[in-house]
């Protein structure tokens, strides 16, 4: 951790978070590792524990670190920026970030569509659709809850499948036909509720990323509805924009 300068304009807090923060992404403070104490930065440091405190916040707000009761504070791991331009799954996803994808598997059943979903859907109101929510994971932490809706009619036996292992799209593709090459996508600010904040395991209150979706495939088949819960302390969005004429 680099020493603080006192004749420098950018507060005491600022150049201490800023401290703290460069040794989580260079990867001094790794993931899940805990920080000194509130009191032994204040002795490191020589500041004052109110200071100690807004730099803590910062991070906190950041994302970078998170605080357990009675157990103290933890370096967190970056959050996955995750660029809105390109098509792909979950695991792929995670894999090219270098890191290890699981799945749990919530629910896989057959549901009936009520009329919000069969709008969505472009099929008739209780119209058969295979539900499959899973909890994804990198790293073996949760990170996003995803809950999909595909015509039942368009892939039967798709549930013989195991997605607790295998990819739901590659499925898709290499047993069915059907490439997806477009998406239409929402996505907003939330509060997690009780059941999202258990299996994501996070505190109350937790913002999260709500992310909406229907899918189509080459041949312009509405293939899929995706609704998913991402935690908002470990992803972000980034999209390239270009000024128009």
């Not at 937790?206 to 229907?214: G, N, Q, S, T, Y």
């Not at 609704?227 to 980034?238: A, L, N, P, T, V």
Request: overall charge positive.
């Amino acid at each position: 951790m680099a020493r603080l300068n006192r004749n420098h304009p950018l507060p005491l807090y600022a150049q201490l978070k800023d401290s703290l923060r460069a040794d989580i992404l260079a990867g001094k403070l790794r993931a899940h590792q805990q920080l000194p104490s509130e009191r032994d930065l204040c002795a490191r440091f020589r500041v004052s524990r109110m200071t100690v405190r807004q730099a803590l916040l910062d991070l906190t707000r950041e994302g970078l670190i998170y605080s357990r009761i009675g157990k103290g504070t933890f370096a967190n791991t970056p959050k996955i920026d995750q660029e809105l331009k390109t098509l792909s799954g979950f695991s792929q996803d995670v894999q090219a970030r270098g890191s290890h994808p699981a799945s749990r598997v919530l629910k896989a059943r057959i549901v009936r569509a009520d009329d919000a979903l069969a709008q969505r859907l472009n099929i008739l109101p209780n119209s058969e659709t295979v539900l499959l929510a899973r909890l994804r994971i990198a790293d073996k932490i949760p990170l996003a809850i995803e809950t999909v809706h595909i015509p039942h009619a368009r892939v039967p036996n798709l549930l013989r499948h195991d997605f607790a292992t295998e990819s739901l799209y590659a499925v898709l593709e290499h047993e069915y036909g059907f490439r997806l090459t477009r998406a239409e996508q929402t996505i907003e600010a939330g509060l997690a509720d009780a059941r999202q904040a258990t299996l994501l395991r996070l505190d109350l209150p937790a913002p999260v990323l709500k992310m909406e979706r229907v899918t189509y495939t080459d041949q312009g088949i509405l293939i899929e509805h995706v609704h998913s819960i991402y935690r908002g302390d470990r992803y972000k969005f980034h999209s390239t924009l270009e000024v128009g004429n």
